[in-house]
């Protein structure tokens, strides 16, 4: 076997554990919302345009462009972006409610049991 392709048969195995990464997180994620839902949380979204589980439990949506390119700049400062919102929105949270040191205790519990 050329070294070629062993180079791409092992890019598709990482592509399939990859694949299976990403699909046990959102199966996660999709779960943490539900639950935050019925707990009567306020849930934000950050996804891509396209319909996905998550922006529709989504009290309120942003979208974010989706870049599947790996490791180029662009992708890099979309993911530094995204986590600069977060980090705002976070903040604001911690700053807006009283209760937000309990609810986030309560949020890392629930997480924690899943």
């Known amino acids: 076997m050329s ?3 062993k180079m791409r048969a092992v890019r598709e195995e ?6 299976k990464i990403a699909d046990f997180i959102s199966a996660k ?21 396209s319909a996905n589980p998550i922006r529709s439990l989504a009290d309120g ?3 974010s462009v989706n870049q599947e390119v790996r490791f180029e ?5 979309s993911n530094a972006s995204q986590q600069h919102v977060v980090d705002i929105l976070f903040s ?5 409610d009283a ?16």
């Open 3 to 5: 070294c070629l392709l």
């Open 14 to 19: 990482l592509s399939v554990n990859e694949k």
């Open 29 to 49: 994620m999709i779960q943490i919302t539900r639950q935050a839902r019925k707990a009567g949380v306020s849930i934000i979204s950050l996804t891509n345009y």
């Open 61 to 63: 949506q942003l979208f």
């Open 73 to 77: 700049v662009a992708q890099i400062i």
């Open 92 to 96: 604001l949270m911690l700053k807006r």
């Open 99 to 114: 209760r937000a040191k309990e609810l986030l205790a309560l949020s890392r519990k629930a997480v924690e049991e899943i």
